[in-house]
């Protein structure tokens, strides 16, 4: 079970920290990802920390987003900073039981956090 918090309405420039709480070890175990899903667009991937440590960003977000985790809490951050309109989408985390290779496709993961919204906007 997965448990995503953390979104709301930022000033583009703004920063936001998005937090996904897992109910057991996931850390060194899975695949953890970041997806996002703006209005009429497909889910895609943010970011993702595979099972083996090693880590991959989206080119729109790198530099921009870093992702962390607290493996005593079992939970994943994300921090976002230098926020951009286009950022704007309900966030959703996502663990892949089974260490897929294409970590950027969605029907690949097996649990999904319930989704929180990041509105950029002045």
């Known amino acids: 079970q997965l448990q995503a918090s953390g979104g709301g309405l930022v000033q583009p420039g703004g920063s936001l920290r998005l937090s996904c709480a897992a109910s057991e070890r996931t850390f060194g175990r899975y695949t953890m990802a970041w997806f996002r899903q703006a209005p009429g667009k497909e889910r895609e991937l943010v970011l993702a920390i595979r099972w083996s440590g090693s880590t991959y960003y989206a080119d729109s977000v790198r530099g921009r987003f870093t992702v962390s985790k607290d493996s005593a809490k079992n939970t994943m951050y994300l921090q976002m900073n230098s926020l951009k309109s286009e950022d704007t989408a309900v966030y959703y985390c996502?663990?892949?039981?089974?260490?897929?290779?294409?970590?950027?496709?969605?029907?690949?993961?097996?649990?999904w956090g319930q989704g929180t919204q990041v509105t950029v906007s002045s």
């Open positions: 996502a663990v892949d039981i089974n260490r897929s290779v294409a970590i950027g496709t969605a029907t690949n993961y097996d649990f």
